[in-house]
């Protein structure tokens, strides 16, 4: 089984940067997908971003889209995500996730394995 360990996270003021990494122990397969999810205080965990390993197709939800870049270095089996102007929404626990299926998922369940997990905090 792939274990999957992000780091990255932080402190940033509004409009800051941050890049979180998700290392993978263990094959990938080409039919696999790597998504970031986040859970904010008191909220339920929302998907974030995914890209699939074949072809580093990408996916985000509208929140972030044009502020975040998710992308992979399929030689160190790595996947990052890459969070520009940041806002106080985006305090969250990030996560990254594997599925084993080739088709894009949006839902929790449909994850097969977790990271334990790396804190932003945004601050004005």
């Known amino acids: 089984q792939v274990q999957l360990a992000e780091s990255g996270g932080g402190l940033v003021q509004a409009g800051g940067s941050l890049r979180l990494s998700c290392v993978a122990s263990?094959?990938?397969?080409?039919?696999?997908?790597i998504s970031w999810f986040r859970q904010g205080p008191g909220k339920e965990r929302e998907f974030v971003a995914a890209i699939n390993w074949r072809l580093a197709k990408t996916w985000y939800t509208d929140s972030v889209k044009g502020r975040f870049t998710i992308s992979r270095d399929a030689a160190e089996n790595t996947v990052y995500l890459r969070m520009n102007n940041l806002k106080l929404e985006d305090t969250a626990v990030y996560y990254c996730?594997?599925?084993?299926?080739?088709?894009?998922?949006?839902?929790?369940?449909?994850?097969?394995?977790w990271g334990q997990g790396t804190q932003v905090t945004v601050s004005s």
């Open positions: 996730a594997l599925s084993k299926s080739e088709y894009i998922s949006y839902h929790s369940s449909s994850y097969d394995n």
């Open positions: 263990g094959t990938i397969y080409s039919n696999d997908i």
